[in-house]
């Protein structure tokens, strides 16, 4: 970490502590060489392997790109959207891996579509835990009855009011 007051490359860091969001770290460092302090935010980096093997930075935007397809025709809205992707992001976070493929991606975002609206979780479902039958979905819907969500989620109680209007 360059120091921004004399650009010596390197630094001292005499006090970390986990911002409010709990996903990044900030640091409180020290210059070696002009003795100014200085505070950094760091941001530990998710990735994603795509199937392809490339990979790239986490991204909410394609978490939300990605289920917005499966909420085609549902009262889901874009805020919604948002609170699904800083949840899903949240939850990668808190495993303490780094690295995700698409599909643990995809499986990550079921639980939390699933308290936003059930039949796009079933769409999503249907996809990432590669549904071949209808048998599947029958296994998944019983699994749904059986276990019917909160109903708390407060993303969920703001899309109802805003189709109300
Ligand atoms: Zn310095």
New binding site residues.
């Given amino acids: 970490m360059h120091?921004?007051?004399?650009?010596?490359p390197d630094?001292r860091v005499i006090d970390s502590r986990t911002a409010d969001d709990g996903l990044s770290i900030r640091r409180r460092r020290q210059?070696?060489?002009?003795?100014?302090r200085f505070t950094t935010t760091e941001t530990a980096s998710l990735t994603v392997i795509k199937r392809s093997g490339v990979v790239e930075p986490f991204s909410r935007e394609k978490v939300m790109s990605g289920v917005r397809k499966a909420c085609q025709g549902r009262p889901v809205t874009d805020a919604d959207l948002a609170v699904l992707a800083q949840q899903v992001e949240e939850s990668l976070r808190s495993s303490g891996i780094a690295q995700f493929d698409t599909n643990e991606i995809g499986l990550a975002i079921l639980p939390h579509l699933r308290e936003l609206d059930e039949v796009a979780y079933l769409r999503f479902a249907s996809v990432y835990q590669a549904f071949n039958s209808l048998t599947d979905f029958e296994v998944a819907i019983s699994e749904l009855r059986a276990h019917p969500r909160t109903g708390s989620h407060p993303a969920q109680s703001g899309s109802v009011s805003d189709y109300e209007e």
């Fill in positions: 120091c921004p007051f004399c650009r010596h630094s210059c070696p060489e002009c003795g100014r």
